[in-house]
């Protein structure tokens, strides 16, 4: 019997020798690694040509190549430098695996015959294009390939960190660029080895099962040889056993999904994204050629629609893989879009784009929303996805909190409406895992759902900046399968692992409402101009659609530009991205976004005069347009006789139009200059006094006899605050930065009457917040108005500095509410637990409120999102000054509107909710002949109900789709009438199916719709 060494029992020299065994960089000489590759051979030659632009293919393959060494240096940031590069395999590495062995600085990717073939980065760990698998005679030996080298990482080209402000004169190079024989063998055998030193490092000391693997990856330094690659499969045998000693059936099972999340535009542009999805897919498909099981999910029609635009040959192979239920499509909206600043309409629309392309293209049709890095997640969120086919929730971000762990990893997310969703959170807290040991450990200790959830994803694959899963990745989790102390490992898709979820379903929790992310609260301020742009656009979008419709009915010869609308709410749903609109992206993209705002709105003001010319009947006497659902009286700019800017109090019904005719109103605007220099105005529903310095010393509700501005204080108050976050700048505000409050109290112009109309009334002031940054500001009182507004302009250049206004008022509450999409939430203004102060700062949509019995104070707004009440002092967030990942954000002059409304009874009674439109819908100025009558399309007879959308049916020309939603949060029957000829009408869901056994109940007065709290409802009218 052969002698054995004693093995001593010291766990520690036994791990480091194993590590030493397999490192890259100690020992190489001598070890495992240093194996890794055969024979080299240079390269026959190598040439390069710089671009300034992205250009295609068959373009760069027509320029002048120079010759190119390694090592030289080109650039800079954002350029493309193409590399033409000849290669001869030696006749001699006949049956050897040959690989073109590439490093360099950049995303690169290799193109062959004309066709994108591998993409390759470092920092994505793919480095190498296989030439051949076992190279035979008959195969090519002299090949010529070009690689497209991104002048960007990666993560794009941060000075001095990831998230600085790119740098824009990086320098890039290639290091390497060789022939060599790669040695699959010692390749497999370092991968048993790293899965096996890794089991020992993660079940620890404490696991039977480590000792174990810590036993048999010694005795496999034991028999392997490095040199001589007959010892090899004695090691690996060693490692198969292991490998193979099964779990009970209890284990935990570990769902794999291969997964590439791809911003689309981060710190980098929009159109990098498209070269980094060319070069993520592409590999996807490499890997599963050579993988029959391997398993892919990719989120963002977007992405799909850039593919198949800027590489078709590619784009067939993935149709070709979707068919065959492994590229799995999934999420079903047109980007992963910000969970809680786009319009409840918008959110929509991100459905039935996304979910119409992909049925179009791929005949799918997507269950599971998939928003793995948003910032939060509307409470409206649950009732959406179902009315859009899609029952399954996937997301981890609220593992980032701050304050409070997540009590749930998989459970029933409950909306705003009561509609459900089964969500799971994956419990390893990522969406770009490396199918490593400790990946798996931690999906099965992390689980917060143990004993209620035995199934969990594991989505692996370098993302965020793209790259996606590598073959390594693939054969670490093939080895661990089922294995002893490890959990279950399957190839699986998302129906898979929700189909088993829902199936164990019975003791899982519910969680009620929104999902709140405690950090990033910043996002909801940083680049107001991005912020601006997209309410714009929205309500611009909003009116040209519902314009349209009703011209469509009114006049037989217009067309519905269904097109180029199409086109227009693709732009803005592109915006919407959860790096755009929250303002978390590099000035390029600013400065790209801000041109498709200006696209839409230069677009769609051509689309919105044709239509409403369509509507006005030909004429040139003055009308106006009214695109929301209740009659406005409401005082507006016009020219006068002589051209003149002029104003004039109209009427006009609800969805419909009516020529000018100026009216007088019941009281007049009164403007009263006051001895110690403050001003009084009136307008018989407000009396207000401003101070010198623009503050409010007192706002009354006259009819009421309630004061609205809390004793002693004032309001519009602006307060700056030093805004210094822990890292992520643009993202964050902590909540320290509330210790810093100072109000701004530099007067440059006292307060001044600008104009003392009888309709409208205004007064101006100055005020200077530092040497750099001023505010000047129009208050503004309309007769028969119910609110103030306060047109503000502000100079702004300040760094790492948060401008706000507050309201202290006269109401106490512990709840205050917020509008969201489709309806409104509370939320505390108390600081009672970690849950509640967790909410220093909020999001809300055109309005919130503070109410206690009877009496309450409404702030609206026409762009901002962030918020804070906290007591009785309301707070509207307005400019930031981060300076990363964009060095200039928000520097400049900004422009916004914000309103105050006292009110009697409940914001609801006071119809808070309709004034927040009005602010943000203006009634439009159109033609029309001097005998045109006033006119209404569509009236709704409850107040609760909100007509949000009237729009062409996707699929039908003489059809229009109508959305309205319950806003009051009760239950409501409500008649819906209409002067249209409405053939039929039917329910559909938010993908415009209509269902045929539910046709809407229409009698002589017109359509009776039932709703409950914050229930949103479709139709489909068939004219």
């Known amino acids: 019997m052969m002698y054995r060494q004693p093995v001593l029992k010291n766990r520690r020299t036994l791990l480091e020798r194993a590590e030493k065994f397999i490192s890259d960089v100690y020992f190489t000489d001598c070890n495992l690694r240093g194996r890794l590759y055969g024979d080299s051979c240079p390269l026959e030659s190598l040439a390069s040509f710089l671009s300034s632009k992205r250009i295609p293919f068959t373009e760069a393959a027509k320029q002048n190549f120079a010759p190119h060494k390694v090592g030289d240096t080109f650039g800079p940031t954002w350029w493309t430098c193409w590399f033409k590069v000849s290669l ?26 004309g066709q994108p073939v591998q993409g390759l980065t470092k920092e994505g760990e793919k480095t190498s294009y296989i030439l051949s698998e076992c190279l035979k005679d008959e195969e090519p030996h002299s090949i010529t390939l070009y690689v497209e080298v991104a002048c960007n990482g990666l993560f794009g080209a941060g000075q001095g960190s990831m998230i600085a402000a790119p740098d824009p004169n990086r320098k890039f190079s290639v290091q390497k660029a060789q022939l060599v024989v790669f040695n699959r063998d010692v390749q497999e055998v370092l991968t048993d080895f790293e899965m096996l030193v890794d089991i020992v490092k993660e079940l620890g000391e404490g696991e039977q099962r480590g000792y174990q693997a810590l036993f048999t990856v010694n005795e496999m330094v034991n028999l392997c040889d490095p040199s001589d690659p007959r010892s090899f499969s004695k090691a690996r045998s060693l490692a198969h056993s292991f490998f193979s000693q099964r779990n009970g059936e209890s284990q935990h099972t570990a769902h794999a999904m291969g997964h590439c999340h791809i911003d689309s535009a981060w710190l980098w542009p929009y159109e990098e994204t498209i070269r980094k999805c060319g070069r993520s897919w592409v590999t996807v498909i490499r890997l599963m050629e050579k993988n029959p099981e391997f398993v892919f999910t990719c989120s963002q029609a977007q992405q799909f629609q850039w593919v198949q635009s800027w590489y078709p040959g590619l784009f067939s192979q993935i149709q070709d893989y979707v068919k065959k239920g492994r590229f799995i499509p999934v999420g079903g909206t047109w980007v992963e879009m910000d969970g809680n600043l786009p319009s409840g309409e918008s959110m929509v629309r991100q459905f039935l784009e996304g979910q119409r392309f992909f049925n179009h293209e791929f005949g799918i049709v ?67 895992m490396k199918g490593k040991v400790e990946d798996l450990v931690k999906t099965v200790k992390n689980n917060k759902d143990k004993g209620r ?23 670490r989790l ?40 405690e950090l990033h609260n910043g996002t909801y301020t940083t ?46 749903l592109l915006n919407q991205f959860h790096d755009v609109i929250p303002g978390s992206c590099i000035e390029m993209v600013v400065e790209d976004a801000l041109r498709y705002y200006e696209d839409i709105q230069s677009d769609g003001a051509k689309l919105l005069k044709e239509a409403c010319g369509a509507l006005g009947s030909k004429g040139n006497a003055a009308g106006v347009f009214n695109s929301l659902p209740w009659e406005r009286q409401e005082v507006i700019q016009i020219q006068d006789g002589a051209g003149e800017p002029a104003v004039a109090l109209v009427r006009v019904p609800s969805i419909g139009l009516s020529r000018v005719e100026d009216t007088q109103p019941v009281t007049p605007v009164s403007v009263t200059k006051q001895a110690d220099g403050s001003v009084l105005m009136e307008n018989g529903i407000l009396k207000m006094v401003i101070n010198k310095d623009g503050t409010l010393a007192s706002l009354h509700l006259i009819n009421a006899n309630r004061e609205a501005i809390s004793n002693g204080c004032h309001g519009n108050q602006f307060v700056m605050f030093d805004d210094v976050p822990l890292y992520w700048d643009a993202w964050d505000v902590m909540d320290y930065h509330l210790q810093t409050r100072k109000p701004v109290l530099e007067v440059v112009q006292p307060i001044h009457v600008v104009s003392s109309g009888g309709l ?10 530092s040497d750099k940054s001023t505010i000047k500001q129009e208050i503004v009182m309309d007769a028969m108005c119910p609110y103030i507004k306060f047109n503000t302009e502000v100079q702004w250049a300040e760094s790492h500095k948060f401008l706000k206004v507050e309201f202290p008022v006269r109401v106490r509450s512990p709840n205050a509410t917020y509008e969201i999409q489709f309806g409104h939430l509370q939320r505390p203004t108390h600081r009672n637990t970690s849950w509640d102060w967790a909410r220093f700062e909020v999001w809300g949509h055109k309005w919130a409120d503070l109410s206690e019995h009877n009496f309450g104070v409404a702030l609206l707004n026409d762009c901002k999102y962030g918020y804070s009440v906290h007591e009785n002092t309301m707070t509207l967030s307005l400019l930031r000054a981060p300076k990363a990942p964009d060095a200039n954000a928000d520097m400049g002059t900004h422009h916004f509107t914000y309103a105050i409304m006292p009110h009697a009874g409940s914001f609801q009674e006071a119809s808070v909710i309709q004034s927040a ?107």
């Open 366 to 432: 997507c269950k599971e929303f998939w928003l793995p890095d948003t910032f939060g997640y509307s409470a409206q969120l649950p009732q959406i996805m179902q009315g859009s086919g899609v029952s399954n929730f996937l997301t981890q971000k609220l593992s980032w909190n701050l304050v409070n762990t997540f009590p749930h990893n998989t459970f029933f997310w409950e909306g705003l409406d009561g509609s459900k969703v089964l969500t799971h959170f994956p419990p390893g807290n990522s969406y770009e």
């Open 478 to 517: 093939e080895r661990v399968q089922d294995t002893d102390g490890l959990p279950k490992v399957q190839a699986s898709t998302p129906d898979k692992l929700f189909s088993q979820l829902r199936a164990d379903s019975a003791l899982l929790c519910t969680w009620t409402g929104e999902l709140f992310l």
């Open 917 to 1023: 439109y009005n602010l943000n819908f203006p009634l439009r100025s159109i033609q029309c002949s001097p005998n045109t009558i006033p006119w209404s399309a569509f009236s709704v007879s409850s107040a609760a109900i909100i007509l949000e959308t009237i729009k062409q049916a996707e699929d039908r020309k003489r059809a229009l789709v109508l959305r309205l939603y319950e806003s009051h949060g009760s239950s409501v029957t409500t008649t819906l009438c209409t002067t249209l000829p409405v053939r039929e009408a039917w329910h559909c869901d938010l993908l415009e199916r209509h269902d045929p056994t539910q046709p809407a109940h229409m009698t002589s007065e017109g359509i009776t719709l039932t709703f409950s709290p914050f229930q949103i409802v479709s139709l489909l009218l068939i004219l």
């Open 453 to 475: 959830a035995n199934h969990s994803a594991v989505l692996f694959g370098f993302g965020d900046g793209g790259g996606g899963p590598t073959q390594l990745m693939l054969d």
């Open 88 to 113: 001869k395999i030696p006749e001699s590495w006949r049956g050897k695996e040959v690989h073109l062995l590439w490093e360099s600085d950049g995303e690169a990717m290799v193109w062959r015959d």
């Open 527 to 572: 680049q107001a101009q991005i912020k601006r742009g997209n309410r714009r656009c929205e309500t611009l979008l909003h009116d040209i659609e519902i314009a349209g419709s009703l011209a469509l009915c009114r006049d037989g010869t217009f067309q519905y530009p269904a097109e180029q609308l199409q086109k227009l709410w693709r732009l803005l």
């Open 760 to 769: 409208r009334s205004s007064v101006s002031f100055t005020l200077r917040i």
